[in-house]
């Protein structure tokens, strides 16, 4: 049972359990069944243009491995990733010339996340503010700093 499991009326007599499991688009993509703006491939990795972009440019980096959130993805291909990200960064630059850009990396319904395959965003931004626009609302670190670096630096595997 995955959180997004959910039932769902197919007709108005006919209710289809659907996966939150199921194959998500980029599945497809990388299958070749849909088509994409192919930037680039290895045994791991994929990275095609984000077909509603921010800006010129905007990427999408994703892992072949079929999880939905970043902290199920394996090691190999989190280094598979790690190793792929920066190179496509440099082409982008050196395509679109953007003095800038964010990486951004969504997991789960409330975090933005709609396409529930581990992606990875590249977004240029450009002089003109187009590109990724974020409502960043700090809030001060608690007191307990100290036991809740210490409790998650437990927790790492
Ligand atoms: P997120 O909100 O992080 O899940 O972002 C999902 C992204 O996938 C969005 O920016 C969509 O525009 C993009 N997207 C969805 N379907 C496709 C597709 N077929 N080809 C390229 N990008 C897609």
Redesign the pocket.
Known sequence: MDHRDRWTARAANELVYVSGMAET?FAK?IRGE?P?HKVYEDDRVLA?????PLSRGHT?VIPKEAVATIDQLSDDSAAAIGRALPRIARGILAVTGAPAYNV?Q?NGAAA????FHV?F?IIPKYDDGAGLGIGWKPIRLGDDGNDLAASIAAQVR
């Open positions: 688009i993509i849909i994409c095609f243009l984000d077909v509603n999408l951004l969504n933005h996340q709609a396409v992606h965003h």
